[in-house]
């Protein structure tokens, strides 16, 4: 059974910072990996999508990454705001079965002006 | 564009009172759906799923149920609310491509 950990549970940091967000799933055999904010009494926003073949994705400040040999991926923010304050989640597809998403518990940001 | 709708935004049920949330898309045609739900403390759970029309798998087998009406429709039922269904329920839908989801705003429900 696919397990999704994510670390830290928490992170609070001052503006400007850069971070990184960390995944690491057990099983490696996935078809992609999704990195989701979640504001507080919001939905899910989608960040970024990585197929299994890639490496990295890109948005603006957002940078992820995924080493599907070692069961990782990184979430890196530069040049952190305010306004990334959020739940970070990530969450993995399988590569074969049911299309549903194993989900990490999540890393709460705090970013302070 | 692609949006995707839940409604209502929040509900207050009494125990034992049935139960209808409702999810519709727009802009896309054969979606798969899916139900979650996210508990205070924990993670979200994939409740249902559906890649078509009257087609519903459950993951989690418990009182509620869903049904797909319309292609572009998903709605969760109970007959009876338990206190354990309190919670934050999303509905969320993909594509047949690349299989990534899209997710609603939400409903909140409180179960008294």
């Known amino acids: 059974k696919q397990e999704v950990t994510q670390i830290p549970a928490a992170l609070s940091v001052p503006e400007g910072e850069n971070l990184v967000l960390n995944c690491s799933f057990t099983?490696?055999?996935?078809?992609?990996l999704q990195w989701f904010r979640q504001d507080p009494g919001k939905g899910l926003t989608s960040l970024l999508l990585?197929?299994?073949?890639?490496r990295e994705q890109t948005s603006g400040r957002l940078n992820a990454s995924l080493d599907k040999s070692s069961g990782r991926s990184t979430l890196y923010i530069a040049a952190s705001q305010p306004g990334d304050s959020a739940t970070y989640l990530c969450a993995v597809l399988p590569a074969s079965g049911y299309s549903t998403l194993t989900f990490g518990k999540g890393t709460m940001l705090l970013v302070s002006p | 564009s692609q949006t995707i709708h839940q409604w209502p935004a929040t509900l207050v049920q009494p125990v034992g009172s049935p139960l209808s949330l409702e999810c519709t898309v727009e802009g896309t045609s054969n979606p798969n759906l899916y139900w979650y739900r996210q508990a205070a403390g924990r993670g979200l759970q994939l409740l249902f799923y559906?890649?078509?029309?009257?087609?519903i798998s459950s993951e989690v087998p418990q009182n509620l149920s869903a049904s797909r009406p319309q292609d572009r429709q998903f709605i969760l039922s109970s007959k009876k609310l338990l206190l354990s269904d309190s919670g934050f329920y999303l509905c969320?839908?993909?594509?047949?491509?690349?299989?990534?989801?899209?997710f609603g705003p939400g409903t909140r429900l409180t179960v008294l």
């Open positions: 099983d490696s055999a996935i078809y992609n």
């Open positions: 969320a839908w993909s594509g047949q491509g690349n299989n990534e989801q899209f």
């Open positions: 990585i197929q299994s073949s890639q």
């Open positions: 559906s890649v078509g029309i009257g087609q």
